[in-house]
């Protein structure tokens, strides 16, 4: 892969790797058990497959396809590096989970304490990788371009987002289950922006 992004530094390759790995395993162990929703992209997919009964297989193509190719046009060719090795990472991560059983089955019947350690997971995992420069899904790489073009923090471009996808859902899905997809929303995308913003550098400045 070096061979087509020559850019990409090998340190924050491991990084989208391992916390898209990261991501998945969240997603594996507590999202697919708990019912909770998603705002953003995946959130649009369920809303168009439940009024217009579009295949998600065609929906969320079009959609992260579009939300990618802004991407590339806004923050470059390595953008799209990280984004593949962030991909490769989910995939790797999710197909190591389905080896085992869940390891929190009973999480199910706690939709509160799942909204919040969804939100961890994600929040870190997709953080990380926002951090060096990749994205885990379409969601991520329409808010890091957003951010980029309109200079808004990039945790209430994921909120803005996430309301709109949520309230629209309010047409079919239960206000309860909207209630703890909120929580986790709001979570995970101030834990994107916190991770984000965190200045390394000013650490090490102390340390030395």
Same mark, same amino acid.
């Given at each position: 892969?070096?061979?087509? %992004? @020559?850019? *990409?530094?090998?340190?924050?390759?491991?990084?989208?790797? &391992? #916390? !898209?790995?990261?991501? $998945?395993?969240?997603?594996?162990?507590?999202?697919?058990?708990?019912?909770?929703?998603?705002?953003?992209?995946?959130?649009?997919?369920?809303?168009?497959?439940?009024?217009?009964?579009?295949?998600?297989?065609?929906?969320?193509?079009?959609?992260?396809?579009?939300?990618?190719?802004?991407?590339?046009?806004?923050?470059?060719?390595?953008?799209?590096?990280?984004?593949?090795?962030?991909?490769?990472?989910?995939?790797?991560?999710?197909?190591?989970?389905?080896? %085992? @059983?869940? *390891?929190?089955?009973?999480?199910?019947?706690?939709?509160? &304490? #799942? !909204?919040?350690?969804? $939100?961890?997971?994600?929040?870190?995992?997709?953080?990380?990788?926002?951090?060096?420069?990749?994205?885990?899904?379409?969601?991520?790489?329409?808010?890091?371009?957003?951010?980029?073009?309109?200079?808004?923090?990039?945790?209430?471009?994921?909120?803005?987002?996430?309301?709109?996808?949520?309230?629209?859902?309010?047409?079919?899905?239960?206000?309860?289950?909207?209630?703890?997809?909120?929580?986790?929303?709001?979570?995970?995308?101030?834990?994107?922006?916190?991770?984000?913003?965190?200045?390394?550098?000013?650490?090490?400045?102390?340390?030395?």
């Amino acid at each position: 892969m070096l061979l087509f %992004f @020559p850019k *990409l530094k090998i340190s924050s390759c491991i990084v989208a790797f &391992l #916390a !898209s790995a990261l991501q $998945a395993f969240g997603m594996y162990n507590i999202h697919t058990l708990s019912g909770v929703t998603e705002g953003g992209i995946y959130g649009l997919i369920l809303l168009l497959r439940h009024w217009l009964g579009l295949s998600p297989a065609i929906s969320s193509f079009v959609l992260n396809a579009g939300c990618y190719a802004l991407g590339w046009k806004t923050l470059g060719r390595e953008f799209i590096g990280y984004s593949l090795v962030a991909a490769c990472g989910y995939s790797v991560g999710y197909g190591i989970c389905e080896q %085992f @059983p869940p *390891l929190w089955p009973q999480i199910a019947q706690m939709p509160l &304490l #799942a !909204s919040v350690a969804g $939100a961890l997971f994600i929040g870190v995992g997709a953080g990380l990788c926002v951090r060096v420069g990749g994205a885990t899904s379409g969601d991520d790489a329409l808010a890091m371009s957003l951010s980029h073009l309109t200079k808004v923090p990039i945790q209430w471009l994921y909120l803005i987002s996430d309301l709109l996808v949520l309230g629209l859902s309010l047409s079919y899905i239960p206000l309860k289950r909207i209630g703890y997809s909120l929580l986790t929303v709001i979570l995970s995308g101030q834990l994107i922006g916190w991770i984000q913003n965190i200045d390394f550098s000013k650490k090490e400045r102390r340390l030395s």
